[in-house]
């Protein structure tokens, strides 16, 4: 069944109202008629079974069948510090991560990203990854729609990143960084997953194609980020997020 998002001002005592480039899809690229079943979701968590019911030019009517509440939410808001990747790879990452729980994604440019945005450019592409995080949601049942934050600087990154309850951050070198005799760095990394609680929240940077440079590792862990390995194996920027999100939807889901 297709699945819409409203705002919630547009949801009233019987009928929901749907505005914008969605009445379009609606009409003339599903062809929808009267009578058809629609899901609406009010990104709070609340859906809507409807009928469509009526229409003008600009607006679609449906009558609300059905009233219920989603919990296809993590108990935890998971912010993904994704430092910007080389060609559409942002895009993949972007809709796997709303996939997986994520709550926000904040690209991030990092001295090592090849990837430079200006403001022009920046715009266009949030633009995009914001109508993809919204097809990902719609597709995996969420009851909100993750937002693309504007990008920032490492530095701004980790600044965002002080506020939230943990920060994660996989590294290549974890195994020096975590070599303090309490057991590998994967048991560690194990341990510090298990501690992460229900309602906590959760910041995990991903560097780019070549990595995080020393100096921003130095200053990740010098703001409190945990470094975490993520196996023997090298991963792939497009490959490292969703792993760690994986994790953490398997751990957090109740």
């Known amino acids: ?75 935890s808001r998971i912010i993904l510090f994704q430092c910007l990747p080389k060609g559409d790879k942002m895009e993949l990452i972007i809709q796997k991560a709303v996939e997986l729980g994520a709550w926000a994604i904040v690209p991030v440019a990092s001295r090592r990203c090849v990837v430079k945005l200006d403001a022009k450019r920046e715009a266009g592409k949030r633009k995009r990854w914001q109508a993809i995080a919204e097809s990902a949601a719609k597709q995996s049942g969420r009851a909100v729609i993750p937002e693309i934050l504007p990008a920032l600087d490492f530095a701004g990154a980790l600044l965002q990143a002080k506020e939230l309850d943990v920060c994660l951050f996989p590294y290549e070198c974890a195994d020096e960084l975590l070599a303090d005799g309490i057991g590998s760095a994967m048991t560690q990394t194990k341990e510090m997953i298990r501690k992460i609680s229900s309602g906590q929240s959760v910041g995990i940077f991903i560097g780019p194609e070549g990595g995080f440079d020393k100096e921003e590792a130095e200053a990740a862990l010098k703001m409190g980020a945990s470094p975490i390995s993520l196996g023997k194996r090298i991963l792939r920027t497009e490959t490292a997020g969703l792993c760690i999100l994986s994790v953490l939807m398997f751990h957090l889901e109740e």
């Open 1 to 75: 069944m297709h699945h819409f998002f409203v705002e919630p001002d547009q949801v009233h005592t019987d009928e929901v109202v749907i505005l914008g480039t969605d009445v379009n899809h609606i009409r003339n690229v599903l062809r929808m008629r009267a009578g058809e079943e629609i899901v609406i979701s009010d990104g709070y968590g609340n859906e809507y079974g409807c009928r469509i019911d009526r229409w003008t030019e600009d607006t679609i009517y449906a009558a609300i069948q059905e009233r219920r509440r989603v919990k296809a939410e993590l108990s």
